[in-house]
């Protein structure tokens, strides 16, 4: 069964049926609210649906383990609840391994993919287990610490200790129920062969300094995905929100081929 997801619709022409449609995936541990940086530079010509994944933020909470294709399905059943047939996607991380399952498993459905920090398989399988057992016994704040601590590279932490701050406090009220059964999708995903179906056009965004997924995997999937091109900015995990200005203009140029954005890039900016 779908799960039910917590979500806003945001842009001028949110109430056109016809206008492009934006769906936004955020990344393990995280909601909707990590796309901040993007949404009025997005909203100005697309119609913008942000999420939180099925155990996270607004979003049901159902008993685990859980796949991917259970969180893709449950895009597909909000999309339904909208009347939306075809639509773009952007995904960072886990939201990327969403936007894999969508692309390959939907692909009439998806116009042009962004998989920005993510990859079709992260193994070792166990250390994803691991982490879900530790947050079921020990709470979310057992590995809080670890984890932000690879979102972000040091300088940028020192810089923006507020971002920093909340982001961590986003992880630490996150249910652990379903953190651990996104967990347990991630163990056991691997979506390599998957790669070779999606048709969409594809831009491939990788922050340098990613530590959590490296920037080898984005050059696995450009090498996987047809006619797949890849972007790197100066970030790491959640690139999109260090690299803030720069991920966007780099995401509106590939959403929107050809229509220059009247905004400054740094409007998208922290």
Avoid at 93 to 101: A, C, E, F, P, Y
Avoid at 120 to 145: C, F, H, K, N
Avoid at 213 to 222: A, K, M, N, W
Avoid at 255 to 263: I, V
């Amino acid at each position: 069964m779908t799960a039910r997801l917590g979500y806003d619709v945001n842009g001028p022409a949110s109430g056109e049926e016809d206008a492009p449609v934006l769906v936004l995936g955020s990344s393990l541990g995280t909601t909707r609210v990590m796309w901040r940086p993007q949404l009025e530079p997005f909203a100005e010509r697309l119609r913008v649906v942000r999420f939180d994944h099925r155990g996270h933020g607004a979003s049901a909470e159902p008993p685990g383990p859980y796949t991917i294709a259970d969180l893709g399905r449950d895009v597909l059943a909000m999309l339904g609840e909208l009347g939306v047939r075809h639509f773009s996607y952007a995904g960072v991380s886990l939201g990327g391994m969403v936007g894999i399952w969508l692309a390959a498993n939907a692909a009439e459905r998806v116009d042009r993919l962004a998989l920005c920090c993510t990859t079709a398989y992260l193994p070792p399988a166990q250390a994803w287990r691991d982490r879900a057992a530790t947050v079921l016994a020990s709470g979310m704040a057992a590995i809080a610490d670890a984890v932000v601590a690879r979102w972000f590279t040091p300088a940028f932490a020192a810089d923006h200790p507020d971002v920093v701050a909340e982001m961590h406090a986003g992880l630490v009220a996150a249910p652990p129920v379903g953190y651990a059964a996104c967990c347990e999708a991630i163990a056991a995903m691997d979506q390599r062969e998957d790669l070779y179906r999606i048709t969409a056009p594809t831009l491939v965004l990788a922050g340098t300094q990613d530590q959590a997924i490296p920037v080898d995997h984005s050059e696995r999937l450009v090498e996987a995905v047809p006619g797949s091109r890849l972007a790197l900015v100066h970030g790491a995990h959640l690139a999109t929100l260090e690299a803030a200005a720069e991920s966007t203009a780099l995401l509106l140029d590939h959403l929107l081929p050809g229509q220059l954005p009247d905004h400054t890039p740094g409007q998208g900016g922290l």
